[in-house]
């Protein structure tokens, strides 16, 4: 069964940093471009970031690059976000997916990890 | 930027009848890269519909997609219990890379 485990999340303070990892079980990784994207009850869903199965490629959002670093271990089939610099509006459940090459979408998605940035 | 535009926010129906939603974009998504999914509360999004009209595995065939260019449309044939919930469009290629609309709630009348 193809399944996406996110980890990491929790409360931190403004200008901190949290890493969220993301296991993934049931398909061959290395060969799936992976992403990351959150959501708020305000600003919706919002696509944070996305790396290629090989890791040639990586691109953000405007609003978290040179903050946030997508990587990946293909080795243990998994998926990282550091996050750096982190803002109250970074407040969000972070999910991670698989992006299929079809469509240019996300076929799996994790349960989500729920990160607060709060003083 | 290219935003998503969906409406109505929401829909109020009863099961067994047709939803129809629409997702409206500020310029042309390039090649139909239009997806739609569904999320149930405390769920992460399912994906319903990718490439504007091609179901994903496992979906009813009471979900369809259509359009391109800048308008699109997610029905659904006879709304079913278990169909009650948010849906959002996403579209590719803009900048930022993917960008989603707001979502269309669709509730039981």
Redesign the interface.
Same mark, same amino acid.
């Given at each position: 069964e193809v399944h996406l485990l996110e980890s990491g999340g929790g409360l931190v303070q403004p200008g901190g940093s949290l890493r969220l990892s993301c296991a993934a079980s049931g398909f061959t990784f290395s060969n799936s471009a992976m /992403?990351w !994207?959150r959501q708020t009850p305000g600003k /919706?869903?919002? =696509?944070v970031s996305?790396i290629t199965g090989s890791s040639e490629y990586t691109?953000y !959002?405007?609003s978290v690059k040179g903050r946030f670093i997508i990587s990946r271990d293909n080795s243990k089939n998994t998926l990282s976000l550091q996050m750096n610099s982190l803002r109250v509006e970074d407040t969000a459940v972070y999910?991670c997916g698989r992006r !299929?090459d $079809? /469509?240019?979408?996300?076929?799996i =998605?994790? $349960? /989500?990890t729920m990160v607060t940035v709060s003083s | 930027e290219i935003v998503l535009t969906q409406s109505p926010g929401t829909l109020s129906l009863s099961p067994g009848e047709r939803a129809t939603l629409s997702c409206r974009a500020s310029q042309s998504v390039s090649n139909n890269y239009l997806a739609w999914y569904q999320q149930k509360p405390g769920q992460a999004p399912r994906l319903l519909i990718y490439g504007a009209s091609s179901r994903a595995t496992g979906i009813p065939d009471r979900f369809s997609g259509s359009g391109s260019g800048t308008d699109f449309t997610l029905t659904i044939s006879r709304l079913e219990p278990e169909d009650f919930a948010v849906y959002y469009c996403q579209q590719y290629g803009g900048s930022p890379l993917y960008t989603f609309g707001q979502g269309t709630k669709v509730e039981i009348k």
């Open positions: /992403g !994207v /919706g869903l919002e =696509w996305t691109s !959002v405007d999910y !299929v $079809q /469509g240019r979408c996300f076929d =998605w994790g $349960q /989500g | -």
